[in-house]
Nanobody, 120 residues
Framework: QPRLVESGGGLVQPGGSLRLSCLAS????????IGWFRQAPGKEREKVSC????????YYADPVKGRFTIFRDKAKKTVYLQMNSLKAEDTAIYYC?????????????WGQGIQVTVSS
């Protein structure tokens, strides 16, 4: 059964770092792109990053450019989101999702989400 599972979230102080992991089971990273989304209280869900299945094209939303890095380990069937210089406004539930083909496509699969809290 296709499945995405996030891990690596938690509580961190402003300026700190976290690395999120998205483990893809029964989902080929050769055919599915992986995107990271987040939703903060009172705000709409937003896409923060995505790595393409075919050409290794990478997308970052403006608020995270220069601070977040997305990368993939196909042998481990895992996509990571390295988050540095974290700010309070990064606090949200983070989800990974898998669209078939390009990052712009609607995701077919979603993870359950994981909490990231940036606070002193």
């Amino acid at each position: 059964q296709p499945r995405l599972v996030e891990s690596g979230g938690g509580l961190v102080q402003p300026g700190g770092s976290l690395r999120l992991s998205c483990l893809a089971s029964e989902i080929s990273l050769d055919y599915y792109s992986i995107g990271w989304f987040r939703q903060a209280p009172g705000k709409e869900r937003e896409k923060v990053s995505c790595i393409s299945s075919n050409d290794d094209q990478i997308y970052y939303a403006d608020p995270v450019k220069g601070r977040f890095t997305i990368f993939r380990d196909k042998a481990k069937k895992t996509v990571y989101l390295q988050m540095n210089s974290l700010k309070a406004e990064d606090t949200a539930i983070y989800y990974c999702a898998a669209p078939r083909g390009y990052c712009r496509m609607k995701p077919d699969y979603w993870g359950q989400g994981i909490q990231v809290t940036v606070s002193s």
